[in-house]
């Protein structure tokens, strides 16, 4: 985590040398999660894609660096990622975006939740804790300009309650009982505003989940058709196998997709 | 206590294996008014004698609110126990802010614990002259610690520390079972007077002691004079009625409570 800033010229955030030590732009990443509370914990679905930008690299005066002119768009080169993971005995932390910075992320809970375990007193990190640790540490990474390029759900049960909330990768950080980020903020969070109740079954809120994985599958060109779904209680965490959604291609529209192209615009 | 040829650092080891600046702060503790904790399940009371350098000064300020659910009495130096009382309001609020959660009072006591042991081992300091009776709450329940200078702590049921804490200990040994499932005003009660046991004569009075309360849903806060005085007053009103005159209880905290004039006036409380 520690990085050198030049110290010969005073502009440490505009020179080329500095770019390199910090993240500009995110290069392997993962689409959207989708999270709800309900009836006895939370739900958190995410599909299992993770694609990898294809950038150019350009040449910079007389320096030959690896900064990146920006990329042509990317590909699906990864199909087997969790981008779901449990914390501690009462947390789930699912991301979404650059998954070298999720890595990073698990790496700063796995030593927080270690020390906590270390104290060996009966009292544990709970759900809210962690929600507010990981506000912290993205807030104050965002304040150096340089950010973890991620959008964290966090959601647990401790003593009962549930948890759930997200925070972005400027450190925006709030609590609700259904979040969705990425696509999912403008894909899944309308159909959660109409179809979310607070006694949801497990049954019923796997459908719901499912409902805007379906869509997030149809629309957004990041998403494949293979997705785990974790689940926790307060017995604990439960992560499902991988499947796939059903889905139906079969409109008219699709059979002769060109019928309505005729001529121009 | 007397003068050794291994007492004058702390780095200093004797050959019977002591500290004798550790013990000689662990004095300082003894030579301080008293303060006394107590706790039950859900709440922990503090309470000290409030001791004045003089009549026309105002008295010490012996109990410290940490958090919303810590507080603090110290008995010794007082400007140590101001500094370290200090550090457990920065520790407490730096955790609250990390992780919008209070600290538990016991991983509190153990930060403080190490950073008095830090004291013991390094040639150029001393140890902190303060004792320090720690009540708080954490996800098990109520708590009372006392930490000492050698930085070692204990949890107690209850405790008190300074001078003429023997005779708050004694009473307090005789009645703490009832202590873990006593109603938040029992244990003030039995607070003020085990108070009133370390004034040894002196007639009890609110002005003469401070009380705070903290609890399972009780932020930490101090009661005030009219408070107390209620409570002495029950008491003192019973006493009065029982000996018919004044001046019985005076005397039975002398006679450190173990025999029956302590006890009659003890007695109305306990039934």
Redesign the interface.
């Known amino acids: 985590m520690t990085f050198t800033i030049p110290i010969d010229n005073g502009d440490a955030l505009k020179n080329a040398e500095a770019d390199s030590q910090r993240t500009l732009y995110p290069y392997v990443t993962g689409t959207s999660i989708v999270a709800i509370k309900y009836k006895d914990g939370v739900l958190m679905a995410s599909d299992m894609g993770v694609l990898m930008a294809s950038s150019l690299c350009k040449f910079k005066g007389f320096m030959v660096d690896n900064e990146c002119a920006g990329s042509y768009g990317s590909t699906l080169r990864y199909k087997n990622i969790e981008r779901v993971k449990a914390i501690g005995k009462h947390s789930l932390l699912g991301a979404s975006g650059e998954i070298s910075d999720f890595q990073e992320i698990l790496r700063y809970l796995d030593e927080l939740v270690l020390n906590d375990n270390m104290w060996d007193d009966g009292n544990s990190l709970g759900p809210k804790e962690v929600h507010n640790y990981l506000t912290r540490v993205m807030y104050n990474r965002r304040n150096k300009f340089n950010p973890l390029w991620n959008t964290l759900v966090l959601g647990g049960v401790k003593n009962g309650e549930s948890y759930l909330g997200m925070v972005s990768m400027i450190g925006v950080s709030f609590e609700d009982n259904h979040v969705a980020t990425g696509f999912g903020n403008h894909l899944a969070r309308p159909i959660l505003r109409d179809e979310w109740r607070a006694d949801l079954s497990f049954e019923d809120g796997v459908k719901l989940l499912e409902k805007c994985m379906r869509v997030l599958l149809y629309r957004d060109r990041s998403a494949i058709n293979k997705l785990q779904i974790a689940k926790i209680t307060e017995e604990g965490v439960t992560v499902s196998q991988p499947y796939s959604l059903k889905t139906f291609w079969e409109f008219q529209a699709f059979h002769n997709p060109t019928a309505g192209a005729q001529g121009s615009w | 206590m007397f003068r050794n040829q291994y007492d004058t650092d702390v780095t200093t080891w004797s050959p019977t294996g002591r500290l004798f600046q550790v013990e000689y702060a662990m004095e300082a503790v003894k030579q301080g008014s008293a303060a006394i904790g107590l706790r039950s399940r859900s709440h922990v009371v503090l309470a000290c004698v409030n001791k004045a350098q003089s009549e026309l000064s105002s008295h010490q300020k012996k109990i410290f609110k940490v958090d919303d659910h810590i507080g603090v009495a110290i008995a010794g130096l007082t400007a140590d126990g101001r500094v370290l009382s200090r550090y457990m309001r920065s520790e407490a609020i730096n955790h609250s802010?990390?992780?919008?959660?209070p600290l538990?009072v016991?991983?509190l006591v153990v930060h403080l614990a190490d950073k008095a042991q830090v004291c013991t081992q390094r040639s150029w300091k001393r140890p902190y002259g303060v004792g320090l009776l720690v009540g708080g709450l954490?996800?098990?329940g109520a708590h009372l610690y006392y930490n000492c200078p050698s930085g070692n702590y204990f949890e107690y049921q209850a405790f008190a520390i300074g001078s003429r804490s023997q005779a708050a200990k004694t009473y307090l040994e005789r009645r703490f079972e009832s202590f873990a499932d006593s109603s938040r005003e029992d244990l003030i009660k039995d607070a003020i007077l085990a108070v009133r046991e370390t004034l040894q004569g002196e007639t009890l009075k609110s002005s003469l002691c401070t009380v705070s309360v903290l609890g399972v849903g009780e932020p930490f806060h101090f009661l005030d004079q009219e408070t107390i005085q209620n409570v002495i007053d029950t008491f003192e009103k019973v006493a009065d009625e029982e000996e018919g005159e004044g001046e019985a209880e005076p005397a039975a905290p002398a006679e450190e409570g173990g025999d029956g004039t302590g006890d009659q006036d003890v007695a109305p409380m306990e039934t």
């Open positions: 802010f990390t992780y919008e959660s538990p016991g991983r954490d996800e098990s």
